[in-house]
């Protein structure tokens, strides 16, 4: 027997929804996804007031079935990264972060992808479209997104969080489906699968290296400040904005210059030890 409960909304749905919270359903995950040749991902995380983002919970689709795996209570889930990274196919709406999340939290490498948004750019063209105008678009349904914001790391979930966790995977294999058809007819599906592919290994990548573009054309001071940067705030587990701000790079290697200037310093890094540690690091 297996620790899973069932959810059956008062809604008209297609698929069963299984909320997974325990190591103990690890089989019965790897039995219903490791013959599946197509899956529908997507994650739920907070990303506020920390360095990397914090993985709540990943919604997997199947044809039949969608599973709401708990990444808060079953901590230990390694077995998903074999399933993720070797399926046929993973079905996406904006797969970047989904892939950032996936990588930073369980080093699981997203490459097999396809990415309805992008799919959807090269069909109609224009900007990218939020997942519930492309699900209208292929369906009768108004999605809600009042939870867009809620709180995913309190437990237990309420049932409006639920329901928004499967409905965002929901329609993602149907989706891909009939956008497949559109692309293949056009003659435009592999420069989306080569296009998917490309977000998703910009999401797989360590956090700095895409943070680290807007200083490419920095001297190496400023790259030198930037790296110190990063690693204490991973060290902190906090955003690197509060170690100090972008707009203060210049005036800090200025002050770093110029020992007269320290006072100055210390109105940008209040906390002593980090202004002393930086010192340090600027006279090595």
Known sequence: MYFIKKFFFNLKRKKRVFLLDCEKDEEFIKKKLNNQSVLGVDTEFMW??????????IQI??????????????????????????????IFHSVRSDATVLSSNFNIKVKKV?????????????DNKNYGSIVKKYFPINLK??????????????????IYASEDVEHLIEIFERQKKIL???????????????EAA??????YISRLSKFKNSTDKQKKLFMWRENKAKEKNIPSSFIFKDK?????????????????LDKIIKDRVLKTDLIKHFNK
């Open 145 to 162: 997104k009042s939870e867009t914001n809620s709180n995913w790391l309190n437990r237990p979930f309420s049932e409006k969080q639920l």
């Open 248 to 264: 203060y790079f210049k005036n800090i290697l200025k002050f770093l210059s110029n020992e007269n200037d320290f006072v100055e």
């Open 48 to 57: 506020r007031n920390t360095y990397l983002p914090i993985l709540s919970l």
């Open 114 to 126: 396809f990415d309805i948004q992008v799919a959807e750019r090269f069909i109609e063209g224009g």
């Open 202 to 207: 910009f999401g797989n990548r360590e956090l």
């Open 61 to 90: 689709s199947s044809p039949k079935n969608i599973y709401l795996i708990d990444c808060i209570k079953a901590n230990n889930l390694d077995f998903l990264k074999e399933i993720l990274e070797n399926v046929n196919l993973l």
């Open 184 to 198: 293949v007819k056009n003659k435009k599906i592999n420069e989306v699968l080569k296009k998917s592919s490309q």
